[in-house]
């Protein structure tokens, strides 16, 4: 019997295809989804009243929302730039809380490299900023019960600023609130050695974990490193849930299906 709770992120498939996805979602008896709020529309007008619809389909099937992804998706945020319009950025961070709510969700997923990207700053010069901003938004958080996961992002995939999991360790610790934690992402096994004893040594810092192969490709071909970490992984008390991102243009039904065999086998 599976022991983890597995979700899958919408990034998956495309709006037309929900109702397929969903059904093997529940075929594979997953327990829900990673949500991005782009997947099931084109823009972010009336974002609140789409997901209110959105939630009450989702609910009508069962699916549970474990975290919201994909946050400044279609959105010109650039927090290192002197003109960053911080104003508009937490009005946008209240938007997301808002749908965290809607969805019964509590975390928060943070990626993104062009909202980061720190251009020619120097990297402790953004670490003041980075501070500053998260310092901001904790009461926000705290308020509503919401925690924001920071995700380490290899620097092979245009990351300039988190692209080692020391520096995410370093911020959190840093900032030292429950609200802000680490999304523990695979994708930076993709360019170095796997280190799992890196891993458990903060594991207390961790509150999301996405398994995800090189390219955000479908897991009907898991690397060795993913079916090792997925193993290990299975043993640790510590963790009960993770996610599995598949980012994909097109819906490919037969490699969904695969995909979640593969990551049940590897969890039961």
């Known amino acids: 019997?599976?022991?983890?709770?597995?979700?899958?992120?919408?990034?998956?498939?495309?709006?037309?295809?929900?109702?397929?996805v969903i059904k093997i979602i529940k075929d594979h008896k997953l327990?829900?989804?990673?949500?991005?709020?782009?997947?099931?529309?084109?823009?972010?007008?009336?974002?609140?009243?789409?997901?209110?619809?959105?939630?009450?389909?989702?609910?009508?099937?069962?699916?549970?929302?474990?975290?919201?992804?994909?946050?400044?998706?279609?959105?010109?945020?650039?927090?290192?730039?002197?003109?960053?319009?911080?104003?508009?950025l937490i009005n946008h961070m209240k938007i997301i809380i808002k749908l965290c709510k809607i969805l019964n969700s509590q975390k928060i997923v943070i990626g993104s490299s062009e909202f980061r990207n720190k251009f020619k700053l120097k990297t402790d010069d953004a670490d003041v900023i980075f501070i500053d901003f998260f310092n901001q938004i904790l009461p926000l958080l705290k308020k509503n019960n919401i925690f924001i996961c920071l995700e380490t992002?290899?620097?092979?995939?245009?990351?300039?600023?988190?692209?080692?999991?020391?520096?995410?360790?370093?911020?959190?610790?840093?900032?030292?609130?429950?609200?802000?934690?680490?999304?523990?992402?695979?994708?930076?096994?993709?360019?170095?050695k796997l280190?799992?004893?890196?891993?458990?040594?903060?594991?207390?810092?961790?509150?999301?974990?996405?398994?995800?192969?090189?390219?955000f490709q479908h897991f009907n071909k898991p690397s060795k490193k993913n079916i090792l970490f997925c193993k290990k992984l299975k043993k640790l008390k510590q963790i009960n849930s993770l996610s599995l991102e598949i980012i994909s243009k097109k819906t490919n039904l037969p490699l969904i299906e695969v995909s979640l065999k593969k990551i049940n086998k590897l969890l039961t």
């Open 1 to 20: 019997m599976r022991k983890k709770k597995i979700y899958l992120s919408n990034l998956a498939w495309q709006k037309r295809d929900t109702n397929s």
């Open 31 to 88: 327990n829900g989804i990673d949500f991005a709020p782009l997947q099931i529309t084109n823009n972010w007008k009336n974002i609140i009243e789409k997901t209110y619809s959105y939630s009450k389909y989702l609910k009508k099937n069962k699916i549970k929302v474990n975290a919201i992804q994909g946050i400044f998706y279609k959105k010109n945020f650039r927090l290192f730039l002197k003109n960053n319009n911080l104003h508009n």
């Open 153 to 192: 992002i290899p620097k092979e995939y245009n990351e300039t600023y988190l692209y080692k999991y020391d520096h995410a360790v370093k911020l959190v610790k840093k900032i030292n609130s429950k609200y802000l934690k680490i999304n523990f992402d695979t994708s930076i096994f993709h360019f170095q």
């Open 195 to 215: 280190n799992f004893e890196k891993f458990i040594r903060n594991v207390k810092l961790v509150k999301n974990i996405q398994i995800t192969e090189k390219n």
